[in-house]
């Protein structure tokens, strides 16, 4: 095995190798305490020092170094070494490691990443019930970025409500929604999902009523062409604050937060998106202008200019209600709506069918989209009278 200017040396295999010739970073996993996968039993013994010192290096009774950030030189059988800048955290609950490789020098003889590419979007999931968590995911993910097909989505996405009102498993379907538009998009690179979660929950995807897979798990979605790195809060790392720090080394295509808690967390993640970064988190608000509200008062937006900072930030704001159906109410954080918020405030938040709609709005927008088979528009329509009778509520109770 090579070792390039003595630092540490990693050798896998082809299949292994799955990132981007754009951004020159390459992702592979390993699970703890183990080498690398399609590392042979012929493997060195500097290669077992050097993974049993990174695994102890990420060790959470040392928290001094929760992530290794330094030279390495990466090579495949028959290919030279790539001097890399390598960041490496721990993922799945301490069962993997996540490694993003930056890469310094490419020889001529091999011009990009080798592995697979990520050439066609998700295939539709099996459910069961209309209409489908997909159907609103893909219309959120078309009303929120209309454009992204055109360019990368970025920004924060904030899925609020109460408990049981399925904003987790929309939140998901949005985010695999605009995952599997990239992969449509941009056939050089696997889309990088990083989630930080507590704990873990299950990314579950469905082929068939009785075919479930779940996307966390890096050979599954490694098949499905995603890379997915999923960060356990206490086990794989601190807190928020530290996932973003090593997410913004990780490329990521999507960052999911589930459960935001503690308010001054928003800071941080809206601090991410503004970054160009995508965000998508979830958290516990009554409604719309409660969710925009609490988000202001944690970023201490008190002045006009303050609150066209933080909130420039959020892409889009999604209150759920489930009550036998999905009923959505969404602020879209477009131009008009930032300069409302600016000089009216929070008074602005209020449905007016343009960049905040109410529910029976956003029903009546998705069932003009031609996506909709015709047993998810006749569930759609049925919900109509639920919808305007919660919209007549909350506007009371403004």
């Known amino acids: 095995m090579d070792h390039t200017d003595s630092i540490p040396s990693i050798e896998c295999s082809e299949n292994q190798w799955a990132m981007t010739d754009r951004d020159n970073d390459l992702t592979f996993f390993w699970e703890k305490d183990k080498l690398p996968v399609g590392v042979t039993s012929t493997t ?14 990420l060790s959470v009774g040392n928290p001094a170094k929760h992530r290794f950030d330094g030279n390495i030189s990466l090579s495949a059988p028959g290919k030279d070494p790539l001097k890399c800048r390598a960041n490496i955290v721990r993922c799945n609950a ?6 993003t490789f930056r890469v310094s020098s ?21 459910e069961e019930y209309s209409p489908r968590n997909q159907d609103h995911a893909v219309g959120l993910s078309k009303l929120i970025f209309p454009r992204a097909l055109d360019a990368p989505p970025h ?9 049981n009102s399925k904003k987790s498993a929309i939140a998901r379907s949005f985010v695999k929604a605009l995952l599997s538009m990239q992969m449509t998009k941009n056939n050089k690179r696997y889309p990088h999902l990083v989630t930080v979660e507590e704990p873990i929950e299950l990314w579950s995807y469905k082929k068939t009523k009785s075919d479930e897979y779940d996307l966390s798990d890096p050979e599954v979605s ?46 941080y993640i809206l601090d991410f998106a503004g970054s160009g970064h995508l965000v998508v988190a979830t958290t516990h608000a009554a409604s719309v202008r409660e969710t925009v509200a609490r988000l202001m008062a944690a970023c201490e937006a008190n002045t006009p200019a303050e609150r066209r900072q933080w909130a420039g ?37 209020s449905p007016n069918h343009t960049y905040h709609h109410g529910r029976l709005s956003y029903i009546d927008w998705l ?32």
């Open 155 to 163: 920004g924060a996405v904030v899925f609020s409500g109460a408990t």
């Open 222 to 267: 490694a098949k499905l062409g995603l890379c997915v790195t999923a960060r356990n809060i206490g086990a794989d790392v601190f807190s928020i604050k530290d996932a973003l720090i090593d997410a913004r080394r990780q490329t990521p295509t999507c960052v999911f937060i589930g459960e935001v808690r503690n308010p001054e967390e928003w800071k």
């Open 313 to 349: 930030y959020i892409r889009g704001i999604i209150h759920l209600k489930y009550d036998n159906g999905i009923l959505p109410s969404v602020w879209v954080g477009d131009p008009a709506a930032l300069n409302s918020l600016v000089s009216v405030g929070l008074s602005s938040v």
């Open 44 to 57: 060195n013994s500097e290669l077992n020092t050097f993974v049993k010192g990174l695994n102890e290096a």
């Open 94 to 99: 301490g069962q993997a490691l996540s490694a």
């Open 367 to 398: 069932l003009k989209q031609r996506e909709l088979d015709a047993t998810s528009k006749k569930a759609l329509t049925a919900q109509r009278q639920k919808a305007k009778d919660i919209d007549l509520q909350e506007l009371q109770q403004q």
């Open 106 to 126: 490419r020889p001529e003889s091999n011009p990009r990443p080798l592995g697979g590419e990520a050439t066609n979007p998700l295939p539709v999931e099996y």
